[in-house]
Structure formats: structure tokens, C-alpha cells
């Protein structure tokens, strides 16, 4: 048996986390890493554009985005304008009729709503046309985002922790140490420069916190650095209740605590399905209401559109997988008939299914260049890892009317008459790619260590859950059990697609007494998949993650096993 602190130190080592600085860092449940909020080019020049603004009486429009990044960046940013003024309004695009990020359609809106001064979150940066079309029909602007930006900018201030040292405004201004700040990051930085700006309370910042770690979880960005204060500090504040509509939410949906996973599995899926089934102003508005009333009813909304999303989900999936070999090295399906507000999370379940970056087009409405007889198609995209979906749709961007996103997930627009310049096109990236690394596709679990039966104890799941949040750039460590034996086996659910067992070693692993030490494992979704070998009676190796678990004041630790493989 191996002393707990042994394995921790072997999993921090593994994941480059070696300086007693660094480490307790890692650990600390109140982490210190922070950076100053005007090291962002730009962010003087726009907290004293919008405190004038607000000064001067100025009508403020906050401009959002439809997903959980783009609600909660929005909620974020109205702790700090709420403070300044009672004159502004929330504008969030319709996914259906507008599209991510600026468009000149809202633009007009808002001018009609008698704005004065647009603030986004979450989108802009590379809006150049329709910042430029606001600024000549005499709105002010200000950019809050944090998308990539390559050979274009919208004009203005811009801040972005993305935005190359070619389009700093401030003079020998470099780039800002964490780059990978979602959306609703970038609107807190905004917001704590704001504070200290404008002397507000300290409190707004404290305010604004769970909503930070609500959508930087649900954007799916690394969780290191910036980001892990940010997420820590944040889950603490939502666990506080200091949100009545987030614990609302919360409690409609059976968590019992707010964590990391329940805000990626539960929290944000009920967000998204706001702007995927209907409008994504259900979402802000619950997060900024303090009216019963109100919550109730969007907490019910939230929760109805997540049903409605799950079971147009599965269908459209099905539908989906029949017409894929699992062959392809890019798949691009063109689904005329598919919902569009579930597009990208079928793409996303394709792309874990067969391994393969998937992108899905559909049809828009919106008017093209050449027309309204051009044909135009949305695309949404995800990919694995090793394949930068972004750098691939970028090396043919003259394909798109609109396109922006990151290395896991992309979204654009285009021209039915380009689709198949774009099949070919991505097809040959990821060819290229297969040339330099044959494995590319190959699904592989990276192992954090190896542990016995007897390791696995609540003494352990305790310090590893010292190392959450866990997310992108941070995952859950994985532990590998080998050579072990199943016993006690139970087959769970309907149709027994789930199984609790137990995995023992012999007692020359060390366990006292001659008795075998024996681990309480759960395998969720592919137990008749792996039946042969649950019930093969042979030795095997599991893989899989430790769970902490407290119910009734009783604490108990689960191995909760993602696969199974005959011991080589």
C-alpha cells in the first residue's frame, strides 16, 4: 500500500506542478494568483469611456451572446454598469435569426431602443464591419472579448487577453499573462477595473464571482492559472446561496452542492438550452432578478427548454450515425432538417464517437453577399485533440462570410457553393496531419499513476479533490488498477447498462491478515459492453477516477471506472 501524499506527489509531478511555490498554489483553497486588470491594452481607455458615458446620462447597451459564456459574461458586466447607472438594457442576438456575435440588424435595434453606447461581451473582436457601421451611425463602442484575432480588428477599444502586440493601442504594451480568460473573464477583469476606477464597493466583485466560474467552466477554456482562481473563488461563492435564482436552479435540478462537474453536467447544459431551444434572455434574466416570482418561472423555463433540447438531441444523433462509416478523416455532414440550436452538440457526440473532427452545416436565412437568391449555410464545429479546428477552417477563410472560435470548436457562415471547397479543403489539413502522426485518431486515457485496491481510500479522494476545479487543462486524475480480480458483481439500470463490483488484489499486495484489499468500483453506461470480461473470471486492468462521496455525515469512496482490458 502507498502512502497517499506519494501518490499526490507523483500526479503534481506528472503535470509539471514541482515548486513548493506552484504547488501550494495549486492546492490552496484560496489562491493568489490574479494579475492586474489594466495590463489588458485598452481597458483604461474603456472603463473611463463608459463611467463618462454614464456621467453624461448615456443610454448603455450591454451586448451579449447567446451561450453560457456569453449570459454570465453578461450578468457580469451589469454588476459594474447597474452601479453607475439605471439607464441600459441588455441585447442578446437570436441564434436563429441572427447569429453569433454583432450584426448590424441588432445594431439597428439598439439605436432604436435609443442606446448611445454599446458594451460586448464575449464577442466583437473581429466584428470590423458592423463596429465600424455603429461608430458612423454615432454610437460609441466598446469591445470586451476573447476570441482569437488574426489579420483584422474591430476598430476602437478592443479588449481581448488575445489581441496580438501588432494591434495594442497603448504604446509598448505587451500581451496579457493568461491568455486563455473566457468571455465572462474578460468582463470581470473589466468589472475590477471598473471597481477601483470608479471607487465602487468591493463587494460588486464578490457579486459577480459565480457567474465567472459558471461560464469559464461552461466555455470550456484551461482551467490553470487566472482561470483557477477565478473558478475556485467562484464555486465557493455559489455555494454560498448568495444568488437566490442560482440555487433555485440549482435545487430544481437535484444538485445537493455546486462543483466543477455539476456545473459542466448540469448548470450550463440548462443555460445553453435557453438560447438553443428559444431565447437566451430567459437565462439573463433569471441570474439578474431577484423577484420570486421571476425565478420560478425562468428556473421552470430553463429546465423545460433542457428536456425539449435532450430529446431533439438523441434524434437528430441517430439520424446522424447512419450515415457515417467511421471512415472519414473530416466529418462535414450537411443536415438540412436539423434543429440549429442542437447542432453543436451533436457535432460534439460525433466527434467523441468516432474520433474525428465534425463539423455540421445547416441552413440560415440570412441574406448573402451576392443576394437574397445566394443560398447561405451556419456551420458549428468541434474537434479533437491534436486537431486545431480553428487554424484548419483559418487556412481557408476566404471561404466564409463570417467564422471565429478556438481549437476545439469553431462556428461560421458560407455560401452553399463553397461547401465542397470546404470538405476538400479540410479533408487535405487532416490528411497532411496523418502523414506526421498515423495515431492521430487513436483514442488513448493518459494515466496520472498506478494504484492498488488498498490505495484507493477516502484519505486519498480527500487530497485529490484538493486539486480541484477539474476541466480543460485540468482533468481528473486517472488512476490504473492492474492485475486485479472482480468480485461481487451487480448489474444496475433497466437494461443493465451499468454495473457495481468490487476489484481485489491478493494479499501479497501487503493487505494484513492474509485478506484481499478490495476497492467499490462503478462502471456507468458500457457494462454490457464489457461484460466478457466482468464476468470472465480473469485478471484485468481497470482505469478510472476516485469519487468522494458524503451521505448521511457517512464519508465513502468510489473507483468510478472508465475502462477495462484483459492484463497484457
Request: aromatic share 6%; with cysteine; charged share 25%.
Amino acid at each position: 500500500m502507498r502512502k497517499t501524499e506519494e501518490i499526490l506527489d507523483e500526479i503534481l509531478n506528472k503535470r509539471g506542478i514541482t515548486a513548493g511555490e506552484d504547488r501550494e498554489e495549486y492546492l490552496s483553497a484560496k489562491p493568489k494568483r490574479t494579475y492586474d486588470p489594466f495590463l489588458l491594452d485598452g481597458m483604461k481607455a474603456g472603463v473611463d469611456l463608459l463611467i463618462s458615458a454614464a456621467e453624461q446620462g448615456d443610454r448603455i447597451c450591454i451586448y451579449g451572446d447567446y451561450d453560457a459564456d456569453g449570459v454570465t459574461a453578461s450578468t457580469v458586466m451589469a454588476c459594474g454598469v447597474s452601479r453607475l447607472t439605471d439607464n441600459w438594457f441588455f441585447y442578446i442576438p437570436s441564434r436563429f435569426e441572427e447569429g453569433y456575435g454583432l450584426n448590424v440588424t441588432a445594431i439597428d435595434k439598439i439605436i432604436e431602443r435609443g442606446a448611445d453606447l454599446i458594451i460586448t461581451v464575449d464577442c466583437g473582436c473581429v466584428s470590423c464591419g458592423e463596429v465600424r457601421y455603429a461608430l458612423e451611425k454615432g454610437l460609441k463602442v466598446i469591445v470586451t472579448d476573447h476570441h482569437n484575432i488574426e489579420d483584422s480588428i474591430a476598430e476602437g477599444i478592443v479588449i481581448d487577453p488575445k489581441k496580438p502586440t501588432v494591434f495594442m493601442s497603448e504604446p509598448d504594451k505587451e500581451q496579457y499573462p493568461c491568455r486563455d480568460l473566457a468571455g465572462c473573464g474578460v468582463a470581470f477583469k473589466f468589472l475590477q477595473a471598473l471597481q477601483r476606477t470608479a471607487d465602487l464597493p468591493k463587494s460588486v466583485l464578490n457579486e459577480a464571482l459565480d457567474m465567472v466560474a459558471v461560464g469559464t467552466i461552461g466555455d470550456i477554456v484551461p482551467l490553470r492559472d487566472e482561470n483557477r482562481t477565478l473558478v475556485k473563488y467562484g464555486i465557493a461563492a455559489a455555494n454560498s446561496g448568495r444568488r437566490p435564482s442560482l440555487a433555485r436552479l440549482a435545487q430544481a435540478i437535484s444538485l445537493e452542492e455546486i462543483t466543477s462537474s455539476n456545473i459542466a453536467f448540469g448548470i450550463v447544459p440548462h443555460i445553453n438550452a435557453s438560447g438553443r431551444m428559444a431565447s437566451a434572455m430567459a437565462a439573463v434574466e433569471l441570474f439578474n432578478s431577484t423577484s420570486d416570482d421571476v425565478i420560478d418561472e425562468r428556473v421552470q423555463q430553463l429546465v423545460q427548454y433542457n428536456r425539449q433540447r435532450k430529446s431533439i438531441q438523441e434524434d437528430a444523433f441517430t439520424k446522424c450515425t447512419e450515415n457515417i462509416t467511421g471512415d472519414e478523416n473530416f466529418i462535414v455532414m450537411n443536415v438540412g432538417d436539423m434543429h440549429e440550436g442542437i447542432a453543436g452538440i451533436v457535432a460534439g457526440k460525433i466527434k467523441d464517437r468516432y474520433s474525428r473532427p465534425t463539423i455540421i452545416v445547416t441552413p440560415s436565412d440570412e441574406v448573402g453577399r451576392g443576394g437574397e437568391n445566394v443560398k447561405l449555410l451556419k456551420g458549428t464545429g468541434r474537434s479533437i485533440d491534436g486537431v486545431n479546428i480553428y487554424d484548419v477552417l483559418n487556412s481557408c477563410g476566404d471561404l466564409f462570410i463570417r467564422f471565429g472560435g478556438h481549437s476545439k470548436a469553431c462556428g461560421f457562415l458560407m455560401e452553399e457553393g463553397n461547401l465542397d471547397s470546404l470538405i476538400a479543403s479540410v479533408n487535405g489539413s487532416v490528411e497532411k496531419m496523418l502523414e506526421d502522426n498515423p495515431n492521430l485518431f487513436a483514442k488513448t486515457i493518459d494515466i496520472d499513476a498506478e494504484v492498488t485496491p488498498a490505495d484507493v481510500t477516502v484519505e486519498l479522494a480527500r487530497e485529490l479533490m484538493r486539486m480541484a476545479p477539474f476541466g480543460e487543462g485540468n482533468l481528473e486524475p486517472v488512476l490504473k488498477m492492474r492485475n486485479v480480480e472482480i468480485r461481487n458483481l451487480n448489474y444496475m439500470g433497466a437494461y443493465k447498462t451499468h454495473a457495481r463490483f468490487g476489484a481485489c488484489a491478493p494479499s501479497s499486495d501487503g493487505n494484513a491478515g492474509g485478506r484481499k484489499a478490495y476497492a467499490e468500483c462503478v462502471l456507468f453506461r458500457t457494462a454490457q459492453d464489457l461484460k466478457h470480461l466482468l464476468e470472465g473470471g480473469e485478471k484485468v486492468d481497470i482505469t478510472g477516477t476516485v469519487s468522494h462521496q458524503v451521505w448521511r455525515g457517512q464519508e465513502r469512496v468510489q473507483f468510478i471506472v472508465k475502462d477495462i482490458e484483459t492484463v497484457h
